[in-house]
């Protein structure tokens, strides 16, 4: 994992964008954010973030135009759209790299960048964006604390008025201190 502000120039998505301007895991938990980077070789680790944050339903995603087809791009748009969720959003990359992109408490663009063995869980209420890097492949493991389900909620002013993004607002500093 390698988190830096985003240079917000024109370009293609799947470009680093990368400012030069490093950002550390002491900020991204000032967000709310848990990082965590587990070995491959060692999948009872995610089992055991799993049972402590009452996780029991799992799936396997993987983006790229070869198992994806035609609605690919259409996607890959789709999920770069800013948006929150009303849960956490944790992800386990077990092959290839992406980006997510959070808001900073300034309104800014945190990019991080992941890869193989990166685990991410981003609290409700943040919003955020992903992308695949220019591989356009990525394979994560997505964990639920019910039945999977992935419904974004796409930014608007009217948002600000959700309750998972009020407490989101009042509570981030604290959120990742429970990881």
Do not use: C
Not at 2 to 7: L, N, P
Not at 46 to 67: F, H, L, Q, W
Not at 87 to 113: A, N, P, Q, T
């Amino acid at each position: 994992m390698r988190a830096y502000w985003y240079d917000n120039k024109e370009g293609d998505q799947r470009l680093s964008h990368d400012s030069n301007r490093p950002v550390t895991e002491d900020y991204l938990r000032k967000l709310g954010i848990i990082y965590k980077h587990l070995p491959p070789t060692s999948p009872h680790l995610v089992d055991e973030i799993a049972k402590a944050r009452n996780y029991k339903n799992r799936d396997t995603i993987v983006v790229s135009p070869a198992a994806m087809g035609e609605i690919y791009e259409e996607k890959v748009k789709m999920f770069f759209n800013e948006h929150l969720h009303e849960d956490e959003e944790i992800r386990y990359i077990l092959d290839g790299e992406g980006y997510f992109d959070v808001r900073s408490d300034g309104d800014e663009w945190v990019r991080v960048k992941m890869e193989l063995g990166d685990l991410l869980v981003l609290p409700a209420g943040i919003y955020h964006r992903f992308t695949t890097d220019e591989t356009n492949y990525i394979k994560a493991l997505r964990l639920f604390q019910d039945e999977p389900k992935w419904t974004a909620l796409n930014r608007a002013p009217e948002l600000d008025e959700n309750p998972h993004r009020k407490n989101y607002i009042q509570n981030r500093e604290h959120l990742a201190s429970t990881a």
